[in-house]
């Protein structure tokens, strides 16, 4: 989500797990907020679900595709203010 020059990426955690018995089957579920990454002009902010500072680091690691997320969005407002 944009709101001016900030970007909004959420990020979610999602835990699933299934069992096979036989002809039958079962799967369960579950997605839940974790962070939120704001892309700004003055760069990449990781928050937590009340608003505290979490490690940007940590989680370009542990999330895929939010590396390039962040890149991408440093590119294009350097492109922008070139």
């Known amino acids: 989500m944009k709101v001016g020059e900030v970007t909004l990426v959420p ?3 999602f ?3 299934s069992m096979v018995r036989g002809d039958g089957g079962s799967f369960v579920g579950m997605k839940r907020a974790k962070a939120i990454v704001a892309l700004t002009p003055r760069g990449a902010v990781a928050l937590d679900l009340e608003g505290g500072a979490l490690s940007l ?3 370009l690691d542990e999330v895929p595709g939010l590396k390039e ?3 991408e969005a440093d590119l294009s407002v350097t492109e922008e203010k070139g």
Do not use: G
Request: cysteine-free.
């Open 69 to 71: 997320l962040v890149a």
């Open 15 to 17: 835990h699933s797990s």
């Open 11 to 13: 990020v979610w955690e």
């Open 57 to 59: 680091n940590e989680l």
